[in-house]
């Protein structure tokens, strides 16, 4: 069965505290992306991979660490110099992140919840 | 900036009317136009998606209309239903160009 997956699906963190959000597909695509969607908000990018060991800074990058050490997994790090990271936190992937039409066509996780106490 | 800039924000249709949600770009390489639903706590998923070279799509209830030369698409849901309440997303992609996605619009199909 193919998709993405994101865990935990709920999280709270202490103030102060670092913690990552997992994101695993295994639909084989290259391409990987982090966004923040706060509460009736649109999606803001965190981050984006195009290819493993690769990665480039989106709109919202500031606060947050990634890696991109395998294909299938691209894991975020909210650091605690992200002043306000309470947010819903979704991962996506696309076949590739720049060849065009479908390939662009995001697939995304189901999400993780994230809250700070 | 690529942007695509969405409307209405919000959106109350009565049940089986016609929901319309507007889009319009800026970037004439971009050639794919994708809508996604997304219900709350979920992660969107692809609706519908059209190519430039075709003045519309449709799917079952769900239409995509296009206007090249307007730089404007737009997605018609006829006979609207309370299942799909949601918010809708376009967005618009060329090629070496990732996603880029409109703000959204939160659709309540009433009774």
């Known amino acids: 069965d193919g998709g993405i997956t994101q865990s935990p699906k709920y999280l709270f963190r202490k103030e102060g505290q670092n913690v990552t959000l997992s994101c695993e597909q295994n639909l084989n695509h290259d391409a990987m992306y982090w966004y923040r969607q706060d509460p009736g908000q649109g999606l803001r990018l965190i981050y984006y991979s195009q290819i493993v060991n690769d990665f480039q800074k989106g709109d919202i990058a500031e606060g947050y660490s990634v890696s991109r050490e395998k294909k299938e997994s691209f894991p975020l790090t909210v650091t605690s110099a992200q002043k306000n990271p309470t947010a819903f936190y979704l991962c996506?992937?696309?076949?590739?992140?720049?060849?065009?039409?479908?390939?662009?066509?995001?697939?995304f996780g189901p999400g993780t919840r994230l809250t700070v106490l | 900036q690529q942007q695509v800039k969405q409307s209405p924000q919000s959106l109350i249709v009565q049940k089986g009317g016609i929901s319309i949600i507007n889009c319009a770009y800026e970037?004439?390489?971009?050639?794919?136009f994708p809508w996604y639903q997304q219900f709350p706590g979920k992660g969107p998923a692809l609706l519908i998606a059209?190519?430039?070279?075709?003045s519309e799509k449709k799917e079952g209830r769900f239409t995509i209309s296009f206007n090249k030369s307007a730089k404007q698409f737009s997605l018609h849901i006829m006979d609207s239903q309370p299942g799909d309440s949601a918010t809708y997303f376009c967005a618009a992609s060329g090629t070496a160009s990732k996603l880029t996605f409109g703000t959204g619009t939160r659709l309540q199909v009433t009774l």
């Open positions: 970037n004439t390489a971009f050639d794919y």
């Open positions: 996506a992937s696309s076949i590739d992140g720049g060849s065009g039409g479908p390939y662009n066509e995001q697939f």
């Open positions: 059209i190519r430039p070279d075709v």
